[in-house]
Every structure is written in C-alpha cells, then in structure tokens.
C-alpha cells in the first residue's frame, strides 16, 4: 500500500519560505515520479512540480519555476517542495502524488498541507 504523507504547511508572511515534506511508504523508487500539485479556494487542481526518483530530472509549472524547488532524500524516501519569495496567491492547499513514470496520471495522493501566505 502507497502511503503519502505531507508536512511543513503553515502560517508565513508574503517574502518568506517553506520548505514541504512529503514522507513515502510503500513504493519502489525506480521507476516512479513524484509531484506536488496545489488547490486554492475556488479554483482547480493545478501541477506545481515533479522529479524523477531515478536520476532526479525535475518539472516545473513554468510561473513557479525560480521561486520552488522540487528534490528528494533517497535515504529518507522524502521529496521536498522548497518555496521561496511567497507571495498571497501562493495560498493554496498543496498536495504530494507519485505515478509510474511510464503513466501520465498521478495514481496516489496524499492529504495535503495547508500554506497560507499573508500579505
């Protein structure tokens, strides 16, 4: 059974960071992606970030790409969404998923982690 845990969501003020964690059991690695997606109030799912467990190629949503940072912790079997320079619409709950790579639907989900960024 894949089990995905996030953590790391919060309160911050707009110019700060967080750094989510998404803690994954369950998986064998190889073969398999990892993303971050968000959803704010009213608005749908949208993709953040992915990375590759094997050989670490990464993705970006392309107005994101510069202030987040996707990696992973091969040891820890944690992936990481580092967030900088937050801004309000950064507000949203986020939410770790992992597929086979050779699949372009996302086949677990975690519960997601609320970041709330005030102005």
């Known amino acids: 059974q894949v089990q995905l845990v996030e953590s790391g969501g919060g309160l911050v003020q707009a110019g700060g960071s967080l750094r989510l964690s998404c803690a994954v059991s369950?998986?064998?690695?190889?073969?398999?992606?990892m993303g971050w997606f968000r959803q704010a109030p009213g608005k749908e799912r949208e993709f953040v970030a992915s990375i590759r467990w094997s050989g670490g190629t990464t993705n970006y949503a392309a107005s994101l790409k510069g202030r987040f940072t996707i990696s992973r912790d091969n040891a820890k079997n944690t992936v990481y969404l580092q967030m900088n320079s937050l801004k309000p619409e950064d507000t949203a709950v986020y939410y770790c998923?992992?597929?086979?790579?050779?699949?372009?639907?996302?086949?677990?989900w975690g519960q997601g982690t609320q970041v709330t960024v005030s102005s």
């Open positions: 998923a992992t597929r086979r790579s050779s699949l372009t639907t996302y086949e677990y």
């Open positions: 369950g998986r064998t690695f190889g073969s398999y992606t």
